[in-house]
C-alpha cells in the first residue's frame, strides 16, 4: 500500500517536472512510493525478483520531461515476459504477460493458435486472468496474418500483436490500506497461468541482438 503523500508527491512532480526539484524532493519519492512498492514485492518473492524502473527518462533519441511521472516495477520479469504494477496519477495498473514480443515470438504464438492442444492453454489461462477483471489487449491487425484464414476459430487472438492482460484501478481510499496489496497479489496470482503458459510455448526470442 502507498500513503496519500505518494499521490501528493506525484502531484507536486507533474507540475514541477525538472532536475533539480526532484533532487531536493529525492528522500520524499523514496521514503513515499518506493519503500512501499520495495515492500510489495516483498510479498510477491514468489513470483520472481523485482525490477525497478529509474525515476529519469532518456531523453536522448525522443525530447519529453526530464522525470518519469510514474513509479513502475517489473516483477519476475524476462525474455518471455511476467509481471508488472505502475503508480501514476492515471491510477493503479496491475499488468501481466509479454510486452511487445518480438517477430519469431508471434510467430510461435501463433502456431500455437493453430493448434487445438496448444490453444486451450492459452485460452485457460486468458480465462483465469479474466475472472480476476485482467483484461487482454485489443487485437492490433485489422486482418488475419499472412497464412491464416479471416474464419480461424481464433482469429481474434491471431490477430494480436501484444499479448499482456492488464487492469487500470482508480486512485480511491483503499491504495492506502493493506487491501492494496491483497487485491495486487489476487490479480497477478490470476495471470500466473498465462505467464506460465507464455514461457513454456512462446519462450524467449532467439533473434540475435543488434549491436
Not at 108 to 124: E, H, K, L, P, Q
Not at 182 to 210: D, F, H, M, N, Y
Request: net charge positive.
Amino acid at each position: 500500500m502507498w500513503p496519500p503523500e505518494a499521490l501528493e508527491f506525484l502531484r507536486e512532480l507533474e507540475a514541477n517536472n525538472d532536475r533539480d526539484w526532484f533532487r531536493a524532493n529525492r528522500r520524499r519519492y523514496d521514503e513515499q512510493l518506493v519503500a512501499p512498492a520495495r515492500a510489495l514485492a516483498e510479498q510477491l518473492g514468489d513470483l520472481g525478483r523485482p525490477h525497478f524502473f529509474r525515476p529519469y527518462n532518456n531523453l536522448r533519441f525522443r525530447p519529453g520531461p526530464p522525470l518519469k511521472e510514474q513509479l513502475g516495477v517489473a516483477i519476475g520479469y524476462g525474455a518471455a515476459g511476467g509481471f508488472y504494477v505502475e503508480l501514476s496519477l492515471d491510477g493503479l495498473l496491475v499488468a501481466a504477460g509479454l510486452h511487445r514480443p518480438a517477430p519469431d515470438q508471434l510467430e510461435r504464438f501463433r502456431a500455437a493458435m493453430n493448434d487445438d492442444r496448444r490453444a486451450r492453454g492459452f485460452v485457460r489461462g486468458l480465462g483465469s486472468a479474466r475472472r480476476a477483471r485482467l483484461t487482454p489487449s485489443e487485437p492490433a491487425l485489422k486482418r488475419a496474418p499472412r497464412g491464416y484464414p479471416m474464419d480461424h476459430p481464433r482469429i481474434d487472438h491471431l490477430r494480436r500483436r501484444e499479448l499482456t492482460v492488464s487492469c487500470r484501478h482508480r486512485l480511491e481510499p483503499w491504495l492506502h490500506e493493506p487491501a492494496c496489496d491483497e487485491r495486487i497479489r489476487a490479480q497477478l496470482l490470476a495471470a500466473r497461468p498465462l505467464v506460465k503458459w507464455l514461457a513454456e510455448t512462446v519462450g524467449p526470442s532467439t533473434r540475435p541482438v543488434r549491436g
